[in-house]
């Protein structure tokens, strides 16, 4: 949450910053800002709103300035004003910070400086760090050791150290004009290497179109970044050396290529994103005869799998969804009992210490705090322990150069390719693939499926990207249909029973985090039980209903909320018969194994919302009061 870009070099900064904060808009949109230095001041505009607003400011500057920094602000503390946006001041003016992250010792330090007669000008808890910075820096040149060329640096490395909580900051100050200075605790931040000039931002798409070298900072680092070089330093002022390394990230996967949105652009590069799963994930020369190593191929060796006992995944959002499904298959195919934790519940009250335990985080930008606070304590609370109860923690990503990436010895990488969209979806679809590739890989491992089955399941799932592309084409008029009619209904209700019903819940998901229509997920069978209390003929109901264990049961409980008169839409490749007759929409999607079916029916799903939220004419891609990687508590 919250994105921040720096720049030092030859160029003009301030068009540097402003596209590169472009995107990162999807890290939050509460209001921007820009500091550069020129003609020896700090020149800081910011805007409440849309980086538009603070790009019509800046329209009537023409600032030479090549020096600067940026941020884009998704509100933590303090509310969306511009008083409240970054860059944030020091008394004097002299040095502008811009943060992504949380202070959390800040009501202390605010206090304390304020006593000292330091002037506060926002309600944010980041405003502490430019008057720390001032109040050492004064101390530095008063009574300092260090040479006189790291005074800055050396003020910014003690300010660092009082402060408790996970941030990422980039600093500059008028009275050292070369210098940018970038810090890492817990949040990310990474370096781009030019020719004569350098770069900081959140992510790499912010300067992917300036540089392909990079070196991301670790937790407790900080590096003075001048057009002569980038030097990088421990938290207790050691120099580290440090190399960057090349992206393979290209500058058009962060277009819109033609598409209105990021999204339905990512919802249509679902099938590119099960086929690369597909080759990545399972050998294909694989057959029950030649059976003598695993179909698949997700680098964990059988001593990491070896004795598990129980598996606990931890994740967020539509990661946990990600997660409920993954359960199923670890469950089903693999006979391992699995929990699904929400990550910031599992932190406070974690399940009893078991052995042999996997825990898993989920999570698609690997740097969601919740979850890598979740990993930090499972992996704290077993240490010391003897070998069956210590940690054994495998991330899901597809972020594997993120903070997550740090942290996990294991890691699937889910091959996604870099989602900008807030709302998740093609992540989505590489996290299901992981889970079906892990499932697979543990069962056979521990030999609790027959192999003629797993043969099966893979033939299914190599099926899966035509298909996808077929329910794709046959869907997009339909769901735009439904969307005309539904932009209006003010609550959905989505059911699906077995493996189907996290994706009821993805879909409720989907609609109301993007369309902001209040709508929930249940399993099919728990609506009697209270849920259908809310049916009339105002709330429609979608069910999902594959043939297969359930179907009969989805379409008894379809038939009581037809009864209620509510409106149904079936998500089914069923078009005859019963379904025919029942519901009152049909969005056919292709017949496929019940077990491999959610990688097919969350798409639809994902289409509804999709246009009813383009109808009702909301902002796809940055819905209000979300941000696509959560970095706070
Ligand atoms: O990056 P993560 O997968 O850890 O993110 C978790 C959630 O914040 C995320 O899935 C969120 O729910 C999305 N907005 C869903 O579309």
């Not at 698609?364 to 606070?373: F, I, K, P, V």
């Not at 109301?512 to 009697?528: L, N």
Request: with cysteine; hydrophobic share 40%; aromatic share 8%.
């Amino acid at each position: 949450m919250c994105g921040i870009v720096g720049y030092v070099g030859t160029q003009t900064a301030t068009e540097i910053l402003l596209s590169g904060l472009e995107k990162l808009e999807y890290r939050g949109y509460d209001s921007a800002g820009v500091a550069t230095i020129w003609e020896d001041e700090v020149n800081c505009v910011r805007a409440k709103g849309k980086l538009s607003n603070l790009r019509s400011k800046l329209e009537h500057l023409q600032s030479p300035a090549q020096i600067g920094i940026g941020h884009t602000r998704w509100a933590t503390h303090g509310k969306p004003e511009e008083y409240n946006a970054h860059p944030h001041m020091d008394t004097a003016m002299r040095i502008a910070v811009a943060v992504n992250g949380i202070i959390e010792n800040y009501s202390k330090l605010r206090e304390e400086l304020k006593q000292q007669g330091y002037q506060f000008r926002s309600d944010t808890d980041v405003e502490v760090i430019p008057h720390l910075i001032a109040q050492f820096l004064k101390e530095e040149i008063a009574f300092g050791q260090s040479n006189s060329d790291s005074v800055f640096l050396e003020a910014v490395r003690k300010a660092v150290n009082e402060l408790q909580g996970a941030f990422a900051i980039a600093i500059i100050s008028a009275d050292y004009p070369d210098e940018l200075i970038v810090v890492r605790q817990q949040a990310p931040i990474v370096i781009g290497f030019g020719q004569g000039e350098f770069f900081c931002a959140s992510d790499t798409p912010a300067i992917i179109s300036h540089t392909k070298a990079v070196l991301p900072l670790e937790n407790g680092e900080l590096a003075r970044l001048t057009p002569l070089g980038v030097e990088v330093y421990n938290f207790a002022g050691q120099r580290l050396k440090k190399h960057p390394r090349l992206l393979s990230l290209n500058p058009m996967m962060v277009e819109k290529q033609g598409f209105k949105h990021f999204m339905l652009k990512e919802i249509y590069e679902q099938p590119g994103v099960v086929r690369a799963c597909l080759e990545a994930y399972f050998n294909t020369d694989w057959h029950p005869g030649n059976s003598s190593r695993s179909p698949i191929n997700i680098g964990l060796a059988s001593e990491f799998y070896a004795d598990i006992e129980q598996i606990h995944i931890v994740a967020c959002g539509t990661s946990w969804h990600a997660a409920l499904i993954g359960k199923y298959l670890l469950e089903q195919l693999a006979q391992i009992p699995t929990q699904v934790h929400y990550a910031s519940e599992f932190r406070y009250a974690p399940s009893p210490l078991t052995p042999n335990t996997l825990t898993i985080g989920v999570t698609q930008s690997g740097e969601t705090a919740d979850t890598l606070a979740a990993l930090a304590m499972e992996q704290e609370r077993r240490q010391g322990r003897e070998p069956k109860y210590q940690a054994r923690l495998l991330g899901i990503t597809n972020r594997p150069e993120s903070s997550l990436g740090y942290m996990v010895s294991h890691m699937i990488n889910t091959l996604a390719g870099i989602e900008i969209g807030v709302a998740a979806t093609k992540t989505f679809i590489a996290q299901l693939m992981a889970f079906y590739a892990l499932a697979l890989d543990l069962a056979y491992s521990r030999q609790t499926l027959p192999l003629e089955n797993l043969e099966d399941i893979l033939k299914g799932l190599r099926q899966i990207p035509k298909e996808m592309e077929a329910t794709l084409e046959s869907q997009e008029k339909l769901t735009e249909q439904l969307a005309h009619e539904f932009a209006e209904t003010q609550d959905f209700i989505f059911l699906g029973r077995g493996i189907n019903f996290p994706i009821a819940l993805e879909g409720a998901l989907k609609l109301k985090e993007i369309s902001y229509i209040h709508a929930e997920g249940y399993p099919a069978g728990e609506m009697k039980h209270g849920p259908i209390a809310l049916l009339d003929a105002k709330v429609p109901v979608v069910a999902i209903a594959v043939p297969g264990s359930v179907y009969e049961k989805v379409i008894s409980n379809a038939q009581e909320a037809k009864a209620r008169d509510s409106r149904l839409i079936g998500v089914t490749p069923v078009k005859d018969g019963e379904a025919a007759e029942i519901f009152n929409d049909l969005v056919p999607v292709s017949f496929v194994d019940e077990l491999l079916s959610p990688i097919l029916t969350v798409v639809p799903l994902q289409l509804l919302a999709y246009h009813i939220a383009a109808r009702r004419g909301l902002d796809v891609d940055q819905p209000r009061n979300l941000a696509k990687s959560v970095t706070v508590e």
